[in-house]
């Protein structure tokens, strides 16, 4: 464990231009958002620069001066945008003061080794400084998503109520459009029939073609392994344009000669297509999960009189089973948000949810897409926390984590 180092103020050489630059940050977005971004580069640095000059030079109390910082943003957020201005000035006014006596103070070395040179301990906080940007700049489109999804208007874009954040400015009746509206309901259904089926067809030829792949003597099983995962390199594009004419001839073989129903015929297109992309995914899950998998356990399972397929059941599944399980969430996803290949092989009583949000921009800009993109949102994040769970179980099965 890293040793605590003695807190030890810092000059203001040092802290003013850390001040300046996260002044110069916030004031890019709130700069954005009023139509200059230079301007709220300068003002914010400036001002948040002289605060912190205020606050160490002159008052000289942390309390008192995180106080003010919450209160004057927080005022001033709602005297330029009202009760939503007023909670982020909050917010910001809280960040700023804890920053600039996190600096001032020295705290920021109280978990980090002691003999650290300052150049290591800034590269330390700038490697997080650039991921913090990254995941704000992935996160951010979403964030902006999920409370449109709520707009009671038919409206893209924030009203004056939600700025005002007045309950007449919100609704759930996209919501309630999702829910009843026949069109929906039916592309919804057909996303939890094949989604599902693609599933199970992709857990069940990726494990097996990952333990296969994962025997040493199996001859080319680098190039097998790349032939297999070719599916998540190619552009979207491509194979969906090669699943076209190649699923056409399958449609058209069980149509014809084996007078299958033109609708099942159209489903196992569909999900014979997904399959394949989602079969990379638990290739490469359970690939991972092998790579630690104790091979004596199998040769004593066979010692013992067991079979290969006993042995896989009662062996090896238990073992790589978050692999597997994570490969399959994977594989949901990309089924269940899939919408080239679908569009290629697919046909109208096929119709996705990802395709009828596709038709819904084409053709009638309808705002229930922002309610269904927040419960595609909600889901993703519920399977990628589970994916989460099962990796950290897995490292305790395999010893890489203390139980």
Known sequence: MAAL????????????????????????????????VALGLVAGAAVVT??????????????????????????????????LGALLGLMGGWLIGWFIYWLYEGRYRR????????KQVFFHYLFRVICGSIFVFLVTPILVVLPLSFNAQDFFTFTPEMLRL??????????????TNNEWQRSFKNSLIIAPLATL?????????????????????????????????????????????????????????LGLNKTFVGYLKVVLAHAVLGIPFVII?????????????????????????????????????????????????????????????????????PWQMFTGLREQISPTILAVATIL?????????????????SERLRGLSPS
Request: glycine share 10%.
């Open 50 to 83: 002289a605060l912190a000059w205020v606050f160490v030079t002159y008052l000289q109390n942390e309390t008192l001066a995180r106080w003010g910082s919450v209160i004057g943003f927080g005022a001033l957020g709602f005297v330029f945008a009202g009760a």
């Open 285 to 353: 899950t359970v690939t991972a999960t092998l790579v630690s998998f104790d091979r004596s356990l199998t040769r004593a399972a066979a010692n013992m009189g067991a079979g290969p397929v006993r042995t896989f059941f009662k062996i090896q599944m238990p073992l790589i089973l978050p692999g597997v399980i994570s490969g399959g969430l994977f594989a949901f996803i990309t089924s269940f948000d899939e919408v080239v290949v679908v569009l290629f092989v697919g046909s109208t009583n096929q119709k996705t949810l």
């Open 201 to 257: 067809i992709s857990v069940s030829l990726g494990t097996l073609a990952a333990i296969g792949l994962s025997q040493s003597h199996v001859p080319g099983r680098r190039l097998i392994m790349g032939i297999l995962i070719s599916p998540m390199i190619v552009p979207l594009i491509i194979s969906a344009t090669g699943m076209f004419f190649f699923y056409s001839d399958i449609g058209r073989f069980l149509e014809g000669s």
């Open 166 to 179: 007045d309950p007449e400015g919100y609704s759930l009746k996209h919501y309630r459009d999702f829910f």
């Open 111 to 118: 978990k980090l080794l002691p003999y650290l040179t300052p």
């Open 377 to 393: 949102v909600v889901l993703s994040i519920a399977l990628l926390t589970t994916v989460e769970l099962l990796r950290r179980r």
């Open 5 to 36: 180092t003695p807190i030890s103020r810092k000059p203001l050489s040092m802290v003013l231009p850390s001040v300046a630059g996260m002044g110069a940050l916030i004031g890019v977005f709130i700069g954005a958002g009023n139509g200059s």
